[in-house]
């Protein structure tokens, strides 16, 4: 079955970086667009990035301090977090469609504080 497992989240100070990995299996990962949402609290959960089975990357909620990317050799994606800010802490969850089903893995927890 479909399986998405995050890692990589952690606490880190303002203006730090970290890098989230999203290791799938269970389908064919190179084929499917694989998307990073976040939710933090009392929020709705909010897509960060995406990027197709192309390589082409589209960016939503951090145009410029995030990057989206993957490899499919690993059947991995990665979320690239820089200059992270407070307002960064959220859990970080890794997700694809596929036949008109949402997968998503368990979350990461990333948080921003001094």
């Known amino acids: 079955q479909v399986q998405l497992v995050e890692s990589g989240g952690g606490l880190v100070q303002p203006g730090g970086s970290l890098k989230l990995s999203c290791a799938a299996s269970?389908?064919?990962?190179?084929?499917?667009?694989m998307r990073w949402y976040r939710q933090a609290p009392g929020k709705e959960r909010e897509l960060v990035a995406a990027i197709t089975s192309a390589g082409i990357r589209t960016n939503y909620a951090e145009s410029r301090r995030f990057t989206i990317s993957r490899d499919n050799s690993k059947n991995t994606v990665y979320l690239q977090m820089n200059s992270l800010k407070p307002e960064d802490t959220a859990v970080y969850y890794c997700?694809?469609?596929?036949?008109?089903?949402?997968?998503w893995g368990q979350g990461t927890q990333v948080t921003v504080s001094s």
């Open positions: 997700n694809t469609r596929g036949r008109g089903v949402e997968y």
């Open positions: 269970g389908f064919t990962f190179s084929t499917y667009t």
